[in-house]
């Protein structure tokens, strides 16, 4: 099976950072595209940036230039950069893997369990 990790959340003022970090594990042949998503009470799951094997990337507009993506690899994770906090930001952050398990040939989405982010203002 495969497991997706996520930790870094936290309560954090505005304006402050946070750096979370998501691991894939088990048993993984390879990993396409990576992501972060978050949903906040009452509103629908988005986008806040993915980035692909070879370093390709994408954010949405309301969070470039504060955060990054980054991955490495070779341990699997990815992880995002969060500066410049705002308490619009206040959301459960969910980790997103497109992969490819070991002995199939399909990609598959899997999801980790959520961490939460707190911005006070």
């Known amino acids: 099976q495969v497991q997706l990790v996520e930790s870094g959340g936290g309560l954090v003022q505005a304006g402050g950072s946070l750096r979370l970090s998501c691991a894939a594990s088990?048993?993984?042949?390879?990993?396409?595209?990576m992501g972060w998503y978050r949903q906040a009470p009452g509103e629908q799951r988005e986008l806040v940036a993915r980035?692909?094997?070879?370093?390709?990337?994408n954010y949405a507009d309301s969070v470039k230039g504060r955060f990054t993506i980054s991955r490495d690899n070779a341990k699997n994770t990815v992880y995002l950069q969060m500066n410049s906090l705002k308490p619009g930001d206040t959301a459960v952050y969910y980790c997103?893997?497109?992969?490819?398990?070991?002995?199939?040939?399909?990609?598959?989405?899997?999801w980790g369990q959520g961490t939460q982010v707190t911005v006070s203002s």
């Open positions: 980035i692909t094997s070879g370093g390709s990337t």
């Open positions: 088990g048993s993984i042949y390879s990993i396409n595209v």
């Open positions: 997103n893997a497109d992969l490819i398990r070991s002995g199939y040939y399909h990609i598959t989405t899997y």
